[in-house]
């Protein structure tokens, strides 16, 4: 299981890509991006779909699912928590309809453990703020940026590059 390190520091984490069904999974598995997240110490697993947590619920629909165990993101309850919870996913058929996307909330401001790049989230894509003073000219704040590990943000879909104020208060008002 993978873990998960956030700050949760005045934003609401509304999830985190991390997962894509293998081709092996069979006809009608979901191959989009998804969130598998597991509070530690649960036994439920849910899948983030749509800015929801939906319990899958139970390993038979999991695997019909194209879903992989080894694909679960540790996470904690408080993060858990700020997820509203939708309906639980009763059957595979659910997952195919389930169409998952990326769940962080458009003007969410994260980063890569090891990376310098500051990205604002935006239609569920990453835009990278290419400079400080574009970054804080535009009210944001480093205390609001969100660390995860670069493999979680590497499968963000990039975006055009803020690189002027104006382009960062047109970003900012898509939220």
Not at 71 to 82: G, I, L
């Amino acid at each position: 299981m993978n873990s998960l390190k956030v700050g949760v520091l005045g934003a609401v984490v509304v999830g985190m890509m991390g997962w894509s069904a293998a081709s092996e999974a069979g006809p009608g598995a979901n191959s989009e991006a998804a969130t598998l997240i597991k509070v530690a110490g649960s036994p439920k697993v849910y899948i983030v779909v749509a800015g929801k947590k939906r319990w899958v619920q139970n390993a038979e629909i999991f695997t019909a699912c194209g879903l992989s165990f080894s694909n679960v993101v540790a996470t904690t309850e408080a993060v858990s928590a700020t997820l509203p919870e939708g309906a639980p996913v009763g059957s595979a058929a659910e997952c195919s309809s389930a169409k998952a996307q990326p769940v962080f909330a458009n003007g969410t401001l994260v980063q890569g453990e090891s990376s310098p790049k500051v990205y604002m989230m935006v239609g569920g894509t990453k835009r990278w703020v290419t400079t400080s003073g574009v970054f804080t000219g535009c009210g944001l704040s480093f205390s609001s940026v969100l660390k995860f590990p670069e493999a979680i943000v590497t499968t963000i879909p990039d975006g055009a590059e803020i690189a002027t104020g104006a382009q960062c208060t047109a970003a900012k008002a898509q939220h």
